[in-house]
């Protein structure tokens, strides 16, 4: 008895200790927890990704993703950086968070370009209008620009945002929260054609919008980019077509969409097995106003660019490993550097030279 009664006490006395141990590691994680967050924080705030960046053209990737539900990527979106100047093109969901997330304060940006007017390339620009107006104490709004009909995406966000204007005015006080910066304000320009026409120009920054071939979306346009000496094409939504090829001749770097039809077929028997008709139906029709990896391989290498970025990924990639049979012979089409982007990823063209960095 009086062993059980010592055996008893002795386990007892041991769970009081692995309890305390616990406790006690617990603090220290929480501590541990607290230090890191207060570091990363110290950093992010401080981080401006445009000063560290040489002066030259950059693409950073706020968003590689599609409509297609994707946990690891943002809806479609890219900021160049032209020195110290900052545009974004496409605001898909989530966008804001990776600017954010990479040091690029939406504080920062001048101006967003539209390449067109799906979903997924504006769902995510009330959060960056928003963010950039009461981040950096805008005192205008962010101008949008766009073909035709951006006046309606522009007038329709900032509806749906003016209640919130109000309470953020009357919140934090109209110094921190010039009334005069919220919302968006349209720029649209004529419809360009497939040759491309000049839509910005400031500053040694150019900006060239050309027709692509998104059918029967209409108008979708691509966007060409030149800052002193270097170039970078931004090909929109489209099926293969020669406008891109001809505005990115001789571009430093290609940033194109792409779709696998041999993985969106999977989706669609996937779907026709479930017996869900609809979502089948939407499969099988998605392939033909979009662009293969080895579609934009042979643009890649026809332009003769520098490198090829591959975004706007349809369907997501749930593993790693999936990205050999997304490109499937691609690599063998264009002998350049070819990549899958990721969100986050910043591709470097210092002005002055030839290199194309990439960062990840
Ligand atoms: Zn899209
Ligand atoms: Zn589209």
Sequence with gaps: MAANRTRRLAWLAGG??????????????????????????DKAMATNLTKELPDGLHAVVCGSGSPLADTTRAGPCLTVVAGRRVFVVDAGEGSAEVLNSVGLSPGL??????????????????????QRWVSGAALAPLPLHGPPGVESIAAGFNEAYRQDSTYRVAHHGAETVPP????????????????????FEDGGVKITAFAVD??????????????????????????????????????????????????????????????RPN??????????????PQDAARTAQTAKVGALMLTHMVPPLRMRALEGPFLGNARRIFDGPLWVARDGDVVSLPAGGKDIDLKR
Aim: hydrophobic residues 45%; contains cysteine.
């Design 279 to 292: 979502v089948a139906k939407l499969m099988a029709d998605i392939p033909d106003y979009h662009a293969t």
């Design 214 to 275: 998104h059918s029967p979306v209409h108008p979708a346009v691509g966007y060409r980019f030149d800052y002193k000496g270097r170039s970078l094409v931004v090909s929109g939504d489209t099926a293969k077509n020669a406008a891109v090829e001809k505005n990115a001749r001789g571009a430093d770097l290609l940033v194109h969409e792409a779709l696998s039809p041999r993985l969106v077929a999977i989706l669609r028997e996937a779907a026709q097995k479930a017996d």
């Design 180 to 199: 005069s910066g919220f919302g968006l304000t349209a720029q649209p320009f004529a419809e360009p054609g497939p040759d491309g026409k000049v839509v």
């Design 109 to 130: 940006v001048e101006a967003v370009f539209l390449t067109h007017f799906h979903s997924d390339h504006i769902d995510g620009l009330g959060a960056l209008a928003m």
């Design 16 to 41: 009081a200790c692995l309890v305390a141990i616990l406790g006690g590691l617990y603090l220290t994680r929480g501590e541990i927890a607290l230090a890191v967050t207060t570091r990363v924080a």
